[in-house]
Every structure is written in structure tokens, then in C-alpha cells.
């Protein structure tokens, strides 16, 4: 039996595309209605004709849905709960993707009281946006962390979960702001450091850009991949998940500060251990096929 039967998908970019793409190709029976604020990318998504409907308003979009995933940035979910709460029905489920939780819940549940809101995260992504970078297998083998809230209703969490499941994804439960810690170690603050490498970088006077980017294959090509990522999102991550980064970047300040000082004395043994580890991790990473193990990432050379 499906989880739902007739689903809306606010905001159609990477992850909502993606959503539409999966659905279609997973649970080709569900109605899939959509709306994205901006009229271009409604347009795309008709020719694409990934979905069954799109909608000029989000409201319309909701009116007759039992899911509705808010596909936004973290940043604009509170516009568009807004906007939806006079025409949600009753029984339906509200969910998001935000990449941060504890305060998209916040603002879920303070703009739909008495709504059933039971956010989650799809930890899948690419540096890619909009409804052109969407595609079906997106989250197959990719962890999704669901995140309800306490007290929430286990019927709607498990309908919830075996929605993602559905679409091939992995699910965990974790409370909100667990995983706005969790994710600040493992995505924020790595997309804090490659922003900050990439800029420095290009910043720098007496190396000079064409220099960075043929020499690129260095290691600094593989931050800028991250440092591509989309600028409102990106934005609205920092600043909605706001707490929990500043603590990271605190801790990864003081781990930098002791690097620099191993470096600055010649304590190679302090150096050698710690690359020792972070080999270890990359190799779990791959036994647990979160990553591609071949060489460069699989990369063509030819
Ligand atoms: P995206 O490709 O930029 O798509 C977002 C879409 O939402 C855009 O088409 C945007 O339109 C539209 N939008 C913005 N404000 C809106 C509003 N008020 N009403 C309706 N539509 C609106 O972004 P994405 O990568 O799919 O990210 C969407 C969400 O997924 C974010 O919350 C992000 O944190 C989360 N997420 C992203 C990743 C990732 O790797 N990218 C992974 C997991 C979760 P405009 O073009 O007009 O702005």
C-alpha cells in the first residue's frame, strides 16, 4: 500500500524535481501536484512533465493534497507555510527538506497550528540547481533523516518514512537538533571551509588566477566543487543552523590552531597521526557505499 496518494511539491528545483522524478518512476499511481514561486521554472517543469499539475499559487497546490514537501530554501519556508495554512486540509502531512531542522520545525509548526508537521532531510544533493538537475536516482542508497517532533503521531512518522523508503532512501529518526549538530560536522562546516579556501584563493595577489585554476588537480578542484553550491541556500543554512556551526567552527579553530603549531615546531608524529585517521574515515566512508571508491572519484583520465 502507498504511504500517500496525492502529493504536492512546493519549489521544484534539484530536490523537488528530484522528488517528482523518483515518485513518478517509484509510485507512478500518485497524483503529483506542484507550484515554484518563480513562473520560468513552473514553465520548465510542464514541458518536463514531471508532474501532473502545476499550480500559479501555492495554495491552490495544496487544496486537495494528503503530502505536501516544501522544497524551499530554509530561509523562505515560513513564506510559504503562510501562504498555505488558509487552504491545507485537515489530515494532511507537512513535511520540508530543509537542510537544517530544529528551527524549519520552529517555524513549521508556529505558522500551521495544529498541523501535522514532520520535517525531514534527504542527505543527497549535488552542487547543481534548479528543475534541470533533478533526476530519479538521486536518493537510492542516500540516507534521509526524518526529524518529528516530540509527541508526533507514530503513524504519520512511519507514513513519512515509507515515502522515503519508497524512493530508494535509507531513513533514520533523530530529534531536530541533534541533527543540526550532526550536519554542521559532516556538511556545514565543510561548505563553510571550501567556500573560504575558493575565495582566499582567488584573493590572493601574488598567485594569480590562471595560476589556481591549471594547477587546480592539487587538491583545490575538489573544494570548489562544494564552493559551487547554490549561494540562497547555502546562505540560509548558515544562518538558520546559526548555533550549532559556531560551536563546530569553534572546535575546528582550535584543532587548525594545533595543526599549526605541529607544523611550526616539526612534530611530524602529530601530523602522521591525525592523517592516519582521516584515512580510516575516508575507507569507512566507501565500505558503507556513501562514496565511489575508485580512484579521483571515478573521474575520467583518458
Ligand atoms: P534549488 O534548486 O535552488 O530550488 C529551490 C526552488 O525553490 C527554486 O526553484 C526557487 O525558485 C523555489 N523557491 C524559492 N522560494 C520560493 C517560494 N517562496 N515559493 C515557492 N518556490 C520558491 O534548491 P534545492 O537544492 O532544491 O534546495 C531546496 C531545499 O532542499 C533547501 O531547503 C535545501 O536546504 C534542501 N536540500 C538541498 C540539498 C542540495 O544538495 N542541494 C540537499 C538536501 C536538502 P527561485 O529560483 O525563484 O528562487
Redesign the pocket.
Known amino acids: 500500500m502507498l504511504p500517500f496518494a496525492r502529493v504536492t511539491i512546493?519549489?521544484?528545483?534539484?530536490?523537488?524535481s528530484s522528488i517528482a522524478r523518483a515518485v513518478r518512476q517509484h509510485m507512478p499511481t500518485v497524483r503529483l501536484t506542484a507550484?515554484?514561486?518563480?513562473p520560468a521554472?513552473r514553465a520548465r517543469v510542464e514541458e518536463l512533465g514531471i508532474v501532473d499539475d502545476v499550480t500559479d499559487t501555492?495554495g491552490v497546490a495544496v487544496t486537495d493534497a494528503d503530502f505536501v514537501i516544501l522544497?524551499?530554501?530554509?530561509g523562505?519556508m515560513d513564506?510559504?507555510a503562510t501562504s498555505i495554512a488558509p487552504e491545507l486540509p485537515v489530515d494532511a502531512i507537512i513535511s520540508d527538506?530543509?537542510?537544517s531542522k530544529a528551527g524549519v520545525l520552529a517555524t513549521l509548526t508556529a505558522a500551521l497550528p495544529g498541523a501535522t508537521v514532520i520535517p525531514a532531510?534527504?542527505?543527497?544533493?549535488?552542487e547543481h540547481?534548479?528543475p534541470d538537475?533533478g533526476f530519479a536516482s538521486l536518493f537510492h542508497g542516500r540516507w534521509c533523516i526524518v526529524t518529528p517532533p516530540p509527541g508526533a503521531a507514530e503513524a504519520a512518522v512511519a507514513r513519512v518514512s515509507a515515502f522515503w523508503e519508497a524512493l530508494g532512501a535509507k531513513v533514520d529518526l533523530m530529534e531536530p537538533r541533534h541533527h543540526d549538530l550532526v550536519l554542521a560536522v559532516t556538511s556545514h562546516l565543510p561548505h563553510l571551509i571550501a567556500y573560504t579556501i575558493v575565495g582566499t584563493a582567488s584573493d590572493m595577489e601574488e598567485v594569480t588566477r590562471s595560476e589556481v585554476i591549471k594547477y587546480s588537480a592539487g587538491g583545490f578542484r575538489d573544494f570548489t566543487r562544494i564552493a559551487a553550491?547554490?549561494p540562497?541556500?547555502w546562505r540560509d543554512?548558515f544562518l538558520a543552523n546559526k548555533e550549532a556551526v559556531l560551536e563546530m567552527l569553534q572546535r575546528f579553530t582550535e584543532d587548525l590552531t594545533a595543526l599549526q603549531r605541529a607544523i611550526r615546531w616539526g612534530d611530524g608524529d602529530t601530523l602522521f597521526d591525525l592523517f592516519t585517521r582521516t584515512r580510516a574515515i575516508r575507507r569507512s566512508i566507501i565500505e558503507q557505499g556513501q562514496d565511489d571508491a575508485r580512484p579521483d572519484f571515478g573521474r575520467a583520465h583518458p
Not at 512546493?10 to 523537488?16: N, S, Y
Not at 522544497?71 to 530554509?74: A, D, E, F, I
Not at 532531510?121 to 549535488?126: K, N
Open positions: 512546493i519549489g521544484l528545483g534539484l530536490i523537488g507550484h515554484d514561486a518563480d521554472v501555492p522544497c524551499v530554501p530554509v523562505a513564506m510559504v527538506v530543509g537542510s532531510h534527504p542527505v543527497a544533493g549535488t540547481s534548479g538537475a553550491s547554490d540562497t541556500m543554512v
